[in-house]
């Protein structure tokens, strides 16, 4: 399966900056799939930009009901009308901002797929965590309690520390997580568990995406800081797996 190179630009990019970026990506034929995920505002610009070409569009986020009184907040049918085919569901800023519980994060994922769109579900430990030895259990216990029944969509493991830190866990450590993140997916969904893209994110960069992305179980990446320059997130794609 081709691996998955998203990019997650959160809180980054006016709506200048897509007919560049999107030609950028348009130009390339990296060996991945690739998604992109800006921010909510830009997400029309980035669909008519990316017309005709195989990248996908994601959001970063959507609310759990599929309208009403929730001022600021963006339903998941609204994403998918503008466009997204994918959406970005408990990644660690939000559980940090917005509080976001596992609770939340199941709930809003059934209303991405109620909109007929894809989830890539984030988890991952605090360094305490890891520290105190929890990470295994962190992990498996957000996956248990944020994953609907029957999910089906993609898995970010992205350890908080290493997320626009510069610092990522080593090899063994990604391996490890991985194959722990493969058997809860197994033992939660079944034989479909087996099959649902594993990315890594935290700190991916041009110079360490070769070796984290030939680990075992690692499906792809999810790019935050180097997903803002087209060249950076090219040279990310361009040494995915392709097969
Ligand atoms: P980073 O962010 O690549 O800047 O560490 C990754 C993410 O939060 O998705």
């Not at 339903?75 to 901002?97: C, F, K, N, T, Y």
């Not at 809003?108 to 989830?119: C, E, W």
Request: charged share 15%; proline share 5%.
């Amino acid at each position: 399966m081709r691996q998955v190179i998203a990019g997650n630009w959160k809180m980054h990019g006016r709506p200048d900056d897509v007919s560049a970026y999107a030609a950028a990506l348009a130009a390339a034929a990296p060996p991945a799939t690739l998604l992109i995920c800006p921010p909510f505002l830009l997400l029309e610009r980035f669909a008519a930009a990316l017309a005709g070409t195989d990248i996908a569009l994601g959001a970063q986020d959507c609310h759990w009901a599929a309208r009403g009184a929730h001022t600021g907040d963006i339903a998941a049918p609204m994403l998918a009308q503008a466009g997204a085919s994918h959406v970005i569901l408990g990644h660690s800023e939000r559980r940090a901002d917005h509080a976001e519980s596992n609770a939340i994060v199941r709930a809003k994922a059934q209303a991405a797929i109620a909109a007929g769109l894809t989830p890539i579900i984030c988890v991952g430990e605090t360094e305490a965590e890891r520290d105190a030895g929890e990470a295994a259990d962190i992990v498996t216990t957000q996956l248990r309690h944020s994953l609907p029944d029957g999910f089906a969509g993609l898995i970010a493991y992205e350890p908080v520390w290493a997320i626009g830190t510069g610092r990522t866990p080593g090899a063994d450590d990604i391996t490890a997580m991985h194959a722990t993140i493969r058997a809860a997916l197994a033992a939660q969904l079944g034989e479909a568990g087996r099959a649902l893209p594993i990315l890594y994110g935290g700190s991916v960069k041009p110079d360490n995406a070769a070796a984290i992305l030939a680990l075992p179980e690692v499906g792809g990446a999810l790019v935050g800081g180097a997903s803002l320059q087209a060249a950076d997130f090219l040279a990310i794609a361009a040494s995915a797996r392709g097969h």
